[in-house]
């Protein structure tokens, strides 16, 4: 899938210029070409805030995050934006979005500030947002889609290691009305022949768990006929609780009644034989 260049800036309260003291509080990202342009800000976990900015009242602090997530709002309907940057209009807006960006996080006083403009690669600007805003703003590092995406370059990594990454590409799977991608599709003679999927399983409350195995079991059948028959996930399990254990296995179980193959994805054997084999 084709790469997009993106950037994004870190959205931060600081309401005490004297101290310099700043939370983050969102994230607003742009993909010029694209002319996606989409934020995402923290309306509804206050506490961290009222917490450290005690001298704020809450009611305050609320009323500011409300009015600003109004304005992006209105920036972002200026660019045009919907879904994954299609445009509303005939013309092309994408400098319109880009433009908008800049004037957003240019440095001005307030109390609502910006870092400075970072930039990445990625094939979806949408996901990217999201996985920066839980990064930098929920700061979830053991969230289960960031484990996931560790995952997923824990797999990369082995197969570029048995110098046999080149025979998968990342491939989205459409049937019109549900899609799914998947980073690791095996393509021969522009067919694919094998799925190999990174999935994290270690949720700590045992009903993510399934529900996390069930939404990808779901996925491989809503879209069998489209797929190649040979599928593989890559599981990573918990640790140490019965429960999630128990979740885990049935979890494991639906997978394999399913006629889909289960590798443990931290065994580099297992991995390295399930993408030759």
Do not use: C
């Amino acid at each position: 899938m084709k790469k997009h260049a993106v950037s994004y800036a870190i959205i931060r309260f600081q309401p005490h210029v004297e101290t310099e003291e700043f939370a983050n509080i969102g994230i607003v990202l742009v993909a010029p070409r694209m002319g996606y342009l989409d934020f995402r800000l923290e309306t509804r976990r206050h506490g961290r805030l009222t917490g450290f900015f005690d001298s704020l009242e809450p009611a305050a602090i609320r009323a500011i995050l409300g009015n600003y997530h109004s304005e992006l709002r209105r920036i972002r309907d200026l660019a045009a934006h919907v879904g994954d940057g299609q445009t509303r209009f005939e013309f092309d807006l994408t400098d319109n979005a880009e433009h908008l960006f800049r004037a957003l996080t240019k440095d001005r006083e307030g109390i609502i500030r910006f870092s400075d403009v970072r930039f990445a690669m990625t094939d979806s600007p949408k996901t990217k947002l999201e996985e920066l805003f839980e990064f930098y703003v929920r700061r979830n590092f053991s969230s289960p889609l960031y484990r996931e995406g560790l995952l997923e370059k824990h797999v990369r990594s082995v197969l570029r290691l048995k110098e046999i990454n080149k025979n998968f590409k990342r491939r989205t799977f459409d049937d019109g009305v549900y899609s799914a991608t998947f980073p690791f599709v095996e393509i021969v003679d522009d067919m694919p022949v094998k799925i190999l999927k990174p999935i994290y399983l270690g949720q700590e409350d045992p009903s993510r768990i399934l529900d996390h195995g069930n939404k990808w079991l779901f996925t491989i059948n809503r879209l069998k006929q489209l797929l190649p028959h040979d599928v593989v996930f890559a599981v990573e399990g918990p640790n140490g609780k019965a429960a999630q254990q128990r979740a885990f296995s049935e979890t494991i179980g639906l997978f394999k009644d399913n006629d889909i193959q289960v590798v443990d994805a931290r065994n580099k054997q297992e991995l390295i034989h399930a993408a030759e084999g």
